[in-house]
């Protein structure tokens, strides 16, 4: 394990995560972050400034792995929910770190190479959970990939408290 978080931590955008990328995510510096914005999940993530070093890959599976909307805004958001994300984001992390033999993981799909992400790029692809298909829409400028079912359109509506 040593080895590979080593290999990591080569990864510039990995490199800012703390001392140890998969375990060094601050949930109450994230969570602090998120719910003090009405930016969309998406956004935020994708704000240096709410957790360093994740990128436009990265942030779509982690909301996959959590089963949340990227349309939601970081300011509804539990200390689950937070929880749950942050599990994503080292799941996340893990896996592109697995998927390549290479010393460095991957953070882009390489054209006409395989794509194993869960969302990321397979718009209209069934997605591997529930064969739902994946969408596409653009936040921020950049694309952002999500299954309509794994993931379910957040709304206000009957969350107010
Ligand atoms: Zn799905």
Same mark, same amino acid.
């Given at each position: 394990?040593?080895?590979? &978080? ?20 601050? &949930?109450?510096?994230? =969570?602090?972050?998120? &719910? ?21 890959? =990265? &942030? ?61 790029? =397979? ?25 309509? =079912? ?12």
């Amino acid at each position: 394990m040593r080895g590979k &978080v080593e290999e990591l931590r080569q990864f510039p955008s990995c490199r800012a995560l703390g001392p140890d990328p998969l375990k060094g995510i601050d &949930v109450d510096r994230l =969570h602090a972050a998120l &719910v003090k914005t009405t930016r969309s999940l998406k956004e935020a993530l994708m704000d240096q400034r709410t957790l360093a070093g994740l990128g436009n890959i =990265h &942030v779509a599976e982690a909301l996959n792995r959590a089963r949340l909307d990227p349309r939601r805004p970081g300011s509804t958001m539990t200390r689950a929910e937070t929880n749950r994300l942050t599990d994503g984001i080292r799941e996340g992390l893990r896996f592109a770190l697995d998927l390549e033999d290479s010393p460095e993981p991957i953070t882009y799909v390489e054209e006409g190479g395989e794509n194993r992400f869960l969302v990321y790029d =397979h718009a209209g692809k069934p997605c591997t959970t529930c064969a739902t298909r994946i969408e596409r829409i653009t936040q921020g400028g950049r694309s952002t990939y999500f299954c309509p =079912h794994c993931q379910p359109r957040w709304t206000r509506k009957g969350r107010r408290r």
